[in-house]
């Protein structure tokens, strides 16, 4: 599976934003997927993941309420909604897939994207 991110930018405090994760070469809805961030001089960390038919999903703590996360199996796309963002939320943001249960554990998924860059300013 190729992941490509995207949808990453500069936003102030408060502000949204909507990452997309476009997924190719395997079947996409075989797939978990996962976003995760890592900030400057940290460790990357789980945001969000949703399962295979999109009807589980999962969040971190510091994002609930804020973040959302869905996909499209038809598109082979998922998304992370960001509203309410914080300065604390600057990162960047990487999609991640897994064959068939999602984990909040980095190192299990076995396959990443790029990443997208997410800078908000306060």
């Known amino acids: 599976v190729q992941l490509q991110a995207s949808g990453g930018g500069l936003v102030q405090a408060g502000g949204s934003l909507r990452l997309s994760c476009a997924a190719s070469g395997r079947t996409f809805s075989g797939y978990a997927m996962g976003w995760f961030r890592q900030a400057p001089g940290k460790e990357r960390e789980f945001v969000a993941a949703?399962?295979?038919?999109?009807?589980?999903?999962r969040y971190t703590d510091s994002v609930k309420g804020r973040f959302t996360i869905s996909r499209d199996n038809a598109k082979n796309t998922v998304y992370l909604q960001l509203n309410s963002l914080e300065s604390e939320d600057t990162a960047v943001y990487y999609c991640a897939a897994r064959r068939n249960s999602f984990t909040v554990v980095a190192v299990l998924y076995e396959y990443w994207g790029q990443g997208t860059q997410v800078t908000v300013s306060s």
């Open positions: 949703i399962s295979m038919s999109g009807g589980t999903t």
